[in-house]
């Protein structure tokens, strides 16, 4: 342990060069409990072969972490390591936890080179979360906020505290961490903003992503462009390795001071002339700089569109649960309900649209490098003049279909931000909604209202400028890719309808919006 370094303190421990010698030493059950942690190498020489090479070596390990639970159980934390890989030893972790590991990690797999000093960290917090070293840095919250106080007890807030101090990095060790409420996160992930205050009373505020999802994080973690491609305002780059901690995993970043997410920076003020400057900044001077290259052969929009198959089997359940309030005479009112069915399935399982089946449309498309999950929450505003925009959560920035975040956005826009709250639950607004819906499908500007100007002003700066930072929607291609277009919208509404942070009766919108955009598109085909 780099122990001295980490916390200035010191740690009594002993050593065993074999798993039989550690049998020897933690002595018989019962009290008392001479040690209060067992840090076990899992890897061996076999015992007649001293020099064997790495690669033969077997987990002797386990005989010391099995030992110690049938005699200690819960009175001593057992830590598994191996400085192997998974790839090597895939089942070692899964053999180390059945034999009673509290806690199992490839050391050298952690963070590469850093991997022990990540380790010591890891170590840390699990020692003060589980009581064996005192916590010394002080975590404060507003209890009277249901939404924040719902995240930390969510995550359970020795988790939370033990994430928080392991990911936010600073130059002198933190002394006070105050967390707070940001934005709703999305695909189970959880947001926090933390302000920080150093031994030396220095204050930096950091944006901290939750997840259960470990792939998804670190995959956030390795999409962030690197500066160069946008503009690195526009980026928010994490500044933290991956930390795990009881089946949750955190990643942090600087944190923008004084920002709302676009869609509270939308519904709460009254910046309708400020938005063109906000979309400019986003679009032609940011993401546009990914929206570039030619038509590729053998890429079809229609499955390049396509939701995966889990998404699909999702739409096709909310289809079936919501088509009685749809039909309903008392509330949703629409008419051969089940036909418009048959064409959203004809799209989900066959891929087709109207008439046309997949090989009779374009064999080519746009691909250009998306955001992948541009809508209002991943997009933050700051509060003060000159408004801007930053970017979060880049797990999804890939090569994709070239209307992916323009579709993305407008479509949350129309269902998220456009009516929201107590509106969004007024079946009396369906109608008006759905003339909205269909004038952003066929590219036509919404009417003003006084009460949804700042998003109708967005919905139009996008439905008129779209061609000046998507060369595919230009005046040159749009004629021949109008219909992809429409296809990007219906799919993203079809996705709404399993949306369970949506009203019902948006959810409802969602899938009638899908079927217009469907119509539109075969439309366009023609």
């Not at 008392?330 to 891929?351: H, M, T």
Request: aromatic letters at 8%.
């Amino acid at each position: 342990f780099r122990w001295k370094e980490l916390t200035g303190g010191e740690i009594s421990f002993e050593r065993a060069h074999t798993p039989r010698e550690a049998i020897e030493k933690m002595g018989p059950s019962g009290p008392p409990v001479r040690f209060q942690v067992l840090l076990a190498d899992m890897l061996f020489p076999p015992i007649n072969m001293k020099n064997a090479p790495a690669d033969q070596h077997q987990p002797r390990g386990l005989e010391a972490i099995s030992t110690a639970k049938a005699r200690f159980d819960k009175k001593i934390f057992k830590v598994a390591i191996s400085v192997g890989d998974s790839v090597r030893f895939p089942d070692l972790p899964e053999r180390a936890r059945n034999e009673g590991a509290d806690l199992f990690e490839f050391v050298a797999e952690i963070a590469g080179q850093n991997g022990a000093h990540s380790f010591c960290q890891i170590m840390l917090s699990e020692l003060r979360y589980r009581g064996l070293l005192p916590e010394d840095t002080e975590l404060s919250y507003d209890n009277d906020d249901p939404r924040i106080s719902a995240i930390v007890q969510e995550i359970d807030e020795p988790v939370f505290h033990s994430l928080c101090r392991r990911v936010i990095k600073t130059d002198q060790p933190l002394k006070q961490m105050t967390a707070s409420y940001l934005t709703q996160g999305v695909s189970g992930a959880l947001v926090a903003k933390i302000e920080a205050v150093s031994q030396d009373g220095s204050l930096s505020k950091h944006l901290v992503k939750f997840s259960r999802d470990r792939d998804r994080m670190q995959r956030e973690l390795n999409s962030v462009p690197r500066p160069g491609k946008y503009p690195a305002r526009i980026i928010v780059q994490y500044h933290s390795d991956l930390a795990t901690a009881h089946n949750w995993h955190a990643i942090a970043s600087g944190f923008e001071e004084n920002t709302s997410s676009l869609s509270t920076w939308l519904s709460e003020s009254k910046n309708e002339s400020e938005v063109p400057s906000v979309l400019a900044s986003l679009f032609n001077n940011g993401l546009k700089n990914g929206y570039s290259g030619r038509e590729v052969d053998d890429r079809q929009a229609v499955t390049e569109l396509l939701p995966n198959k889990w998404r699909r089997a999702s739409i096709r359940i909310a289809l079936a649960e919501l088509s009685e309030l749809i039909e309903s005479p008392n509330l949703g009112r629409v008419k051969d309900w089940s036909r418009k069915v048959e064409i959203l399935n004809a799209y989900l399982l066959d891929q087709r649209i109207g008439k046309w089946s997949a090989k009779e449309m374009p064999k080519k498309c746009f691909i250009y490098d998306c955001h992948g999950d541009l809508h209002t929450r991943n997009i933050l505003v700051t509060n003060a003049k000159p408004y801007f925009p930053v970017i979060i959560d880049w797990a999804d920035y890939d090569k994709r279909h070239w209307a992916t975040d323009c579709a993305r956005l407008m479509c949350d826009m129309l269902l998220n931000v456009y009516d929201c709250g107590v509106a969004s639950f007024e079946w009396e607004r369906l109608d008006k909604w759905t003339i909205n819906t269909q004038r952003v499908l066929n590219c036509e500007l919404l009417q003003h209202e006084t009460a949804n100007d700042t998003v109708i002003a967005a919905l139009n700066w996008m439905i008129e400028n779209m061609d000046s930072f998507l060369p595919a929607a230009n005046a040159t291609n749009f004629s021949r890719t109008r219909w992809e277009f429409q296809l990007a919208l219906a799919v993203e509404f079809m996705r709404a309808g399993y949306r369970l942070t949506l009203s019902p009766i948006k959810r409802c919108l969602g899938l009638l919006a899908a079927y217009e955009g469907l119509v539109a598109a075969e439309r366009s085909l023609r």
